[in-house]
């Protein structure tokens, strides 16, 4: 059974600093795995998502890298602002399955 | 930029009762999803909607909750008698192919308070 792990559970930082999330997953067979955003009472919002056959995604300030075979997944964030406080997840899908396997996430706060 | 728009965005209910939370999936979309979130815990996978049956349910999905999509627009999700530990946030999701290809699209949730 899949299990995906996020670490740190919470990560406080200055604006301007930069930073990088963990995330690794026990069953390697995965088909992609995506990166989300989640604010306070509010949905997931998409932000990366990287096939089993990609390293990396880009998107302005994030980097997403993928090595399959250790099962790890890092989220790097360029220059961090207030407005990227939020919880990220890191979700993982499988061949042969429609669903996504997701971690607890970790809530970053980027302080003024 | 195209929305899932989800209702009622918090309902309360007694132990019991039946609920239906409902959600427009984005138009073009062909694959439909349930997700719930208990509170401080993971987002856990419910069931998948294609073609209109479902393809695929987790093991939480059992015979008190069913999907509908009763025409063409709406897709909901009913719970027959909810129960204390159907407390959660219900997210309804969408794509426009299959998982492994596209970006699921998720609305802001349903939170269903069961007292």
């Known amino acids: 059974k899949q299990e995906v792990t996020q670490i740190p559970a919470a990560l406080s930082v200055p604006e301007g600093e930069n930073l990088v999330l963990n995330c690794s997953f026990t069953?390697?067979?995965?088909?992609?795995l995506q990166w989300f955003r989640q604010d306070p009472g509010k949905g997931l919002t998409s932000l990366l998502l990287i096939q089993s056959s990609q390293r990396e995604q880009t998107s302005g300030r994030l980097n997403a890298s993928l090595d399959k075979s250790s099962g790890r997944s890092t989220l790097y964030i360029a220059a961090s602002q207030p407005g990227d406080s939020a919880t990220y997840l890191c979700?993982?899908?499988?061949?042969?399955?429609?669903?996504?396997?997701f971690g607890k996430g970790t809530k970053l706060t980027v302080n003024p | 930029e195209p929305e899932v728009t989800q209702t009622p965005s918090h309902q309360v209910t007694q132990m019991g009762q039946e609920v239906i939370l409902r959600c427009v999936p984005i138009?073009?979309?062909?694959?439909f999803y349930w997700y719930r979130q208990i509170l401080g815990q993971k987002v856990e996978f419910l069931v998948s909607f294609y073609n209109n049956e479902i393809s695929e349910k987790s093991e939480i999905f059992d015979d008190q909750f069913s999907v509908e999509r009763p025409d063409g627009s709406n897709f909901t999700l009913k719970i027959r008698s909810t129960k204390l530990e159907d407390s959660a946030m219900y997210f309804c999701?969408?794509?426009?192919?299959?998982?492994?290809?596209?970006?699921?699209?998720f609305g802001a949730g349903s939170r269903l308070t069961v007292l």
């Open positions: 069953d390697s067979a995965i088909y992609n």
């Open positions: 979700a993982v899908t499988q061949g042969g399955s429609e669903k996504l396997v």
């Open positions: 138009s073009n979309h062909l694959y």
């Open positions: 999701a969408s794509s426009e192919n299959y998982p492994g290809a596209n970006v699921l699209t």
